[in-house]
């Protein structure tokens, strides 16, 4: 292909990156709000918001332009998986902004008191995140493999929230509200979980062009 498609892609990667790592921060950000019962993160996860809605658009944009010159099979690939992770990053920083409003309906109400294993669920979502950007930008099939090995864990720690939540809801019916927006929080951060996966699918699609969505037990090392 010709330099100047080649810079655009390479352009195309660092916006990636950067709404990469946008979203990171939102993340935690919206996390640290609840946790912390702090106005503070949230707000910058706010005033991020406008920026990543900007790159999503932006990439799309490139991607498309790029797609009409009729690449060759591996930058072909690359582009696939930049829209598909430009999607799922714009949808986790959703959730983020989700979270972070959350958090400020938290502030607000009765503190929650038993052991929610919100933190721990919120590492691990953070850990999956950002080892699924890098297993694209390292090519590396064992960090990908890694953040599919995760999900279930993710998936078991919502469900132990939820259970927990709902004995406490019956045994102090003043908590429901906050309650709630707990549970809340624990469903977005397993739907981010649920988007860092599909990143690491795509990016074990582009470095071994193997489609491993319906079929992650032959996923090849």
């Given amino acids: ?22 979203v990171e921060a939102g993340i935690h950000g919206s996390v640290q709000a609840v946790t912390e019962r702090d106005e503070a993160p949230a707000d910058e996860v706010f005033a991020n ?6 790159l999503e658009i932006s990439i799309d944009e490139g991607v498309t332009r790029l797609f009409v010159q009729n690449p060759v099979a591996s930058d072909l690939r ?16 959703d959730m983020a902004v989700n979270i972070a409003e959350r958090a400020i309906t938290l502030i607000s109400q009765p503190q929650v008191k038993p052991r929610i294993d919100i933190p721990q669920m919120a590492s691990l979502t953070e850990f999956m995140v950002r080892s699924s950007i890098d ?14 090995a995760s999900d ?3 998936d078991d720690l919502r469900d132990a929230v939820y259970r ?18 707990l549970m809340f929080v624990a469903r977005n ?12 699918e795509d990016a074990l ?9 319906h079929n992650r037990r032959h996923v090849p090392r």
């Fill in 1 to 22: 292909m010709t330099r100047h498609f080649m810079q655009e892609l390479d352009e195309l990667q660092q916006q990636l990156l950067d709404m990469a790592g946008l």
């Fill in 49 to 54: 918001e406008t920026r990543i809605n900007q």
């Fill in 78 to 93: 690359l582009l696939r998986a930049i829209g598909k992770m430009n999607t799922d990053l714009e949808r986790m920083g």
């Fill in 135 to 148: 297993s694209f930008v390292k090519r590396d099939v064992d960090l990908a493999n890694g953040v599919l």
């Fill in 152 to 154: 279930d864990a993710v």
């Fill in 164 to 181: 927990e939540l709902m004995e406490f809801m019956q045994q102090e019916p003043a908590a429901v509200p906050a309650s709630v927006s």
């Fill in 189 to 200: 951060l397993e739907r981010i979980a649920d988007h860092a996966t599909n990143i690491a």
């Fill in 205 to 213: 699609f582009f470095i071994q062009g193997v489609d491993v969505r």
